[in-house]
């Protein structure tokens, strides 16, 4: 995962990857001045008990957030329940504010369509959930080799970054100006997602769109498509680097809407979407470059 969203690396190429051994950490630079320092720690039985025994305080103090991956193919599942809640005790005594993710992970390795996926991950929620007790667990089913990846990262890094809701009110305004449908900033190294336009009231919840329930019939908008956007970018980034080519900017046009991607400060991509098709891209491209200075001192005020 790591080696994906901040190492640019294709999930083809992470079949060479060895086990992590007792705890690996990077120091991520992220948003221009934010850093994230990543803990992987090993999920081998010697190295959880280690975790939690000597190195507890160490591996569990000062967590901004804590993200507990699950096998969903797991073969000893009562064990990692163990394990997992010895470690929401251990964050919730030292480092009581984290957020708490949850990732069932490998769900590529489910036999069947989305369904079938679907019920698996419900299961294993609900199995979950009895175990998580008053704390706020956000779960997501993740794989590799799919969006899903972006869509559980966009939401664990976006905690982390200071004043979300002031992005998203001037990425509103942003949108009106543009007389555009939505728009979404997205982080330039990672194109993890940022803030995007509409009513953000500072809870996560509000700020992505919400999955459609089992069953329902599809949306007209499909609620994964910015992090379908954000996977298929960083992989046409990695077709560019190959071929020694810079990536740039993006404009796609069809004949209900039309989308520019362009870099909106020296940290930041944004992506504009416009139902109009009396919107001209060569404006969009105009308002882009005459907020750029507004958004490089909003970024700015932010991180400092």
């Not at 010895?86 to 949850?102: D, Q, R, T, Y």
């Not at 667990?137 to 559980?152: G, H, P």
């Amino acid at each position: 995962m790591r080696s994906i969203i901040f190492s640019n690396n294709l999930a083809s190429a992470t079949s060479r990857f060895g086990p992590t051994i007792d705890v690996e950490m990077n120091h991520v630079r992220f948003f221009g001045s934010l850093t994230l320092n990543l803990w992987d720690c090993g999920g081998q039985e010697a190295f959880m008990d280690s975790f939690l025994a000597s190195q507890r305080n160490t591996v569990f103090r000062d967590v901004g957030v804590l993200i507990y991956v699950f096998d969903i193919e797991t073969k000893d599942f009562e064990r990692d329940v163990l394990y997992y809640i010895e470690c929401l005790e251990a964050c919730k005594k030292n480092s009581p504010e984290a957020g708490i993710f949850v990732l069932i992970h490998k769900m590529d390795l489910v036999y069947g369509g989305k369904k079938e996926k679907d019920r698996a991950f419900g299961a294993k929620k609900r199995e979950l959930d009895k175990y998580s007790g008053n704390t706020l667990i956000r779960m997501f089913a993740t794989s590799i080799w799919d969006e899903s990846l972006y869509k559980a990262w966009s939401r664990i890094v976006h905690t982390l970054i200071p004043n979300a809701p002031q992005l998203s009110e001037h990425l509103t305004t942003f949108c009106s100006i543009c007389s555009a449908t939505e728009v979404v900033l997205f982080e330039r190294n990672t194109f993890l997602i940022i803030a995007r336009s509409g009513k953000y009231t500072g809870n996560l919840d509000d700020f992505f769109p919400p999955d459609p329930a089992p069953g329902a019939e599809e949306e007209e908008l499909n609620p994964g498509r910015f992090e379908k956007m954000s996977e298929l970018i960083k992989t046409f980034k990695h077709s560019c680097s190959r071929l020694q080519e810079q990536f740039h900017s993006l404009e796609i046009r069809f004949s209900n809407f039309t989308a520019v991607l362009e870099l909106m400060t020296s940290n930041t991509y944004v992506m504009a979407v416009v139902a109009d098709t009396d919107v001209q891209t060569a404006t969009l491209r105009l308002n882009i470059r005459l907020a750029r200075e507004r958004f490089e001192e909003l970024q700015q005020g932010m991180l400092t």
